[in-house]
């Protein structure tokens, strides 16, 4: 074995004396027993190098984390992974094999204590040959139970010669080769199964809201009704199903508009080309190839590595399978060049996409401006056997400069990125600069000229945190060059912001950064938050004016921090989004150097940092959380939260008095997101008022009169750290 890092939790699955695929599901194992063998007949058992570095920590069955509370888990835990070393659990070598292929889908629940662990599940036959599917590709994993499903379709997608008539295992494992790996985490595995789609032959809709546009179908806004399907035969449950209406896109994302010379006949040339899936539900995108002129044979084929160049895994193929929203599958077409072309013969390919299963119907989401349902694009191939390379013909453009800078650059921890993409279609890069004229608030002018070092990626970005220290106007040129001397240039301006205002009843107002690869900050306030239009302020503040540190905080300084106004308290949680920095994107904060798993958001509440929390989107590197109130927010790597994390901070409150000080008291730390109550009693044990999914108390009864004064006692529960805690306290209100 090479020393790969990974950490393994394998399934096998014996051979049934009868049929197992009769029925809709067939159920591996629910681990509610906490023992061998499964559903199924196979024993599980764990194998590790501990002497090696790798500390596993916990194996097999767990009934501390198990879904629903209920019997045990299949997981593994480990700690202390390093290069060069690996832990497992796998099973005894059986040589049985059971048919799925009749199947739709591979079911289970997943937990990891870590976010974003990088976990995958390998298929085998009989004939161990493999089939690996990366679960990043469906799931962010995260200390909540979360279920996947994996189209057994893709599977074979990832590897046609997989043979699912004759499984023989898969095997989960975290693979630790992968950057940010987690030195120490878990994987906990529940319920798995095998699926068909189910058919539901009979429907009955109730409605509790309006029905405003096509009949039965949720497309207007105030549309609200529940589906319930009644399967034929005897049943115990109706089942109830909450329907969404799905939106189906398409884009290309790298466009197959590639035009070139040949240096011979007789031969195929493979352009690659990658196309989205933009709707809000997984699709099977179909592909198709006409003759706009010329009569030369195309096809198109599954680039199975994604690395744009033919090799013999890759297929022949004219679909998506089961592409999930916001993802890419990659192609290739492939350009039969016949014996007997002429010299400046040629043939003009156009590639069509279309969505919803392959209808391409316009569908007029999200805009009906343009259809995106059904997209198209031309390939231009001319055969010249005077050139000794791929050239692009007259009149087509050498190099193109795409996913220009934006028109508003934000900076961002000190840091300020012009990024740009560059596809060349003919030939090596030489050169890549860009000219600058920048002024400033003072209307001083600087110029010059960067020069960018020649990648491969054709991906170019550079911080002008040296260039640009005020807010202002950036006008640049960027000009690229290659070996054969062919030019492109690109010229604009952008403006530097630091600070966005917006005047909203509700809705988003966001403070760009100009980076296309992450996310942005913003605030997102819902109707009835606010009662009045108000004027929405993002503020980038510099974070070396900080003094003071939280607590638990692992720095003195934040990554970020933020100031959002006017100060105000609203009606229900809005919500706010933090951007940091990762530009390398290893997983590491840029500016406190922390892992950025552990970045908690904070609000300064005029004496100090109160913690709140928040959700991490490592790939948008944003952190966002829902607040009552308005305040400075900053992002400071922190330790995990204790009980104390969730206590007012005001100990008096003064609700009779509104003069904007201690008029309520705030139960940090609470997912607004998450269903919760908070019970409020008077000094004889009376509950004198709920919250229910609202932290912030007035000093009021449940008939919202303003109490006596006194002592006050809240109690509540939350999970802190996958725990139950019950949080109690005392608030003393003064009229």
Not at 182 to 200: C, E, L, V
Request: net charge negative.
């Amino acid at each position: 074995m090479n020393k790969i890092k990974y950490l393994l939790l394998p399934i096998i699955f014996l051979i049934l004396c009868v049929n197992p695929l009769l029925g809709t599901e067939l159920v591996v194992d629910d681990f509610n027993d906490g023992k061998d063998p499964s559903y199924l007949g196979g024993n599980n058992a764990m194998y590790n190098d501990d002497g090696n570095g790798v500390n596993i920590t916990d194996t097999l069955y767990n009934s501390q984390i198990a879904l629903g509370g209920k019997g045990y888990s299949w997981c593994i835990a480990w700690d202390g992974v390093a290069p060069g070393n690996w832990g497992a659990i796998a099973v005894s070598p059986f040589v049985p094999h059971i048919d799925v292929s009749s199947y739709d889908y591979l079911t289970f629940w997943i937990y990891s204590p870590n976010v974003g662990t990088k976990a995958m599940v390998i298929f085998k036959d009989s004939s161990d040959v493999e089939a690996r599917f990366r679960l990043t590709e469906l799931v962010n994993t995260g200390p909540t139970w979360q279920q996947v499903s994996i189209p057994l379709e893709a599977v074979k997608r990832k590897n046609y010669q997989i043979n699912l008539a004759s499984l023989k295992e898969f095997i989960f494992f975290m693979n630790a080769d992968e950057p940010e790996y987690d030195a120490g985490g878990g994987i906990y595995i529940d319920d798995i199964k095998f699926m068909r789609t189910p058919h539901a032959p009979g429907n009955t809709i109730t409605y509790n809201g309006g029905d405003a546009g096509l009949s039965n179908i949720p497309d207007m806004p105030g549309d609200a009704f529940m589906w319930y399907n009644e399967a034929v035969g005897t049943h115990t449950v109706t089942e109830m199903e909450i329907t969404i209406l799905p939106g189906y896109a398409a884009s290309w994302v790298r466009n197959p508009r590639s035009v070139a010379y040949s240096v011979e006949t007789d031969v195929t040339r493979f352009l690659p080309f990658s196309v989205k899936n933009d709707g809000n539900t997984a699709d099977f995108i179909y592909l198709s190839t006409s003759a706009v002129s010329g009569d030369w044979p195309a096809r198109i084929y599954l680039d199975r590595g994604e690395i744009g160049v033919y090799d013999t895994l890759d297929v022949e193929s004219y679909n998506t399978v089961a592409l999930q929203p916001d993802s890419t599958e990659y192609f290739l077409l492939a350009v039969d060049i016949p014996a007997n072309a002429v010299v400046q013969s040629s043939t003009t390919i156009e590639i069509t996409a279309k969505t919803n299963n392959g209808q391409g119907t316009d569908d007029n989401w999200p805009s009906s401006s343009v259809n995106d349902d059904t997209i198209t694009s031309d390939v231009l191939v001319i055969y010249d056997p005077d050139t000794n390379n791929w050239r692009v013909p007259p009149g087509y453009p050498a190099i193109e400069i795409v996913n220009k800078p934006p028109e508003i650059l934000g900076v961002l921890g000190g840091k300020i990125i012009l990024s740009f993409n560059v596809v060349n279609t003919s030939s090596i890069l030489t050169d890549v600069s860009i000219w600058y004229s920048y002024t400033d608030s003072d209307s001083n002018v600087s110029t010059g000229t960067i020069s960018l070092p020649i990648n491969d990626d054709y991906f170019y970005s550079y911080d002008l945190k040296d260039i640009i220290t005020d807010e202002g106007t950036f006008d640049y040129k960027i000009t690229v060059i290659n070996e054969n001397g062919d030019i492109a240039q690109y010229s604009d301006s952008s403006k530097i912001q630091s600070e966005i205002e917006e005047t909203i009843t509700s809705g988003e107002v966001k403070l760009e950064d100009g980076n296309p690869d992450d996310g942005y900050t913003y605030v997102l306030i819902p109707e009835g938050a606010m009662e009045n239009a108000t004027a929405i302020r993002i503020k980038r503040l510099d974070r070396n004016q900080v003094t003071r540190r939280p607590k638990s905080s692992f720095t003195t300084l934040p990554s970020v921090i933020y100031e959002f106004g006017p100060e105000q308290t609203f009606k229900k949680p809005v919500t706010i989004c933090l951007l940091y920095p990762d530009y390398d994107s290893d997983g590491m904060e840029d500016n406190t150097g922390y892992e950025e798993t552990s970045l908690k958001i904070f609000f300064w509440d005029g004496y100090d940092w109160v913690f709140v929390g928040g959700t991490i989107d490592a790939d948008q590197n944003t952190i966002t959380v829902k607040v009552m109130h308005f305040s400075q927010y900053a992002v400071f790597p922190s330790a995990a939260p204790s009980t104390s994390d969730y206590r007012p901070v005001q100990k008096i409150i003064t609700p009779a008095l509104i003069d904007d000080k201690n008029d309520y008291a705030e139960f940090p730390a609470i997912d607004l997101s998450q269903d919760f109550k908070i019970y409020i009693y008077d000094i004889n044990g009376r509950r004198i008022k709920t919250l229910e999914n609202e932290n912030i108390w007035r000093g009021d009864d449940d008939n919202n009169d303003t109490v006596e004064s006194g002592v006050y006692i809240y109690q509540y529960k939350v999970n802190i750290n996958g725990k139950k805690e019950l949080i109690s306290g005392t608030i003393t209100v003064a009229k």
